[in-house]
């Protein structure tokens, strides 16, 4: 998705979820469906309130059903 910004479960404090709008609802997902990172991300994120969705599948079903990405840098 256009905006979307990688934001590893493992780079997820309390002081880094702060600095994020309250106001969005986050979308969290992993490489496929036998990665966790997804889930952490999610927990993490509703443990400080926020408003937060798993995309089922992760990022491999997004691609095969072939939705766009784009790379960065």
Not at 20 to 44: H, M, Q
Request: hydrophobic share 40%; net charge neutral.
């Amino acid at each position: 998705m256009a905006g979307a910004v990688h934001f590893s479960h493992h780079d997820m404090t309390p002081e880094s979820i702060a600095a994020l709008d309250p106001s969005v609802v986050y979308v969290t997902y992993g490489w496929g469906p036998g990665c966790n990172g997804g889930v952490r991300a999610a927990a993490k994120l509703a443990a400080q309130g926020l408003r937060v969705k798993e995309m089922l599948g992760g990022i491999e079903y997004w691609n095969r059903q072939g939705f766009p990405t784009e790379k960065i840098g």
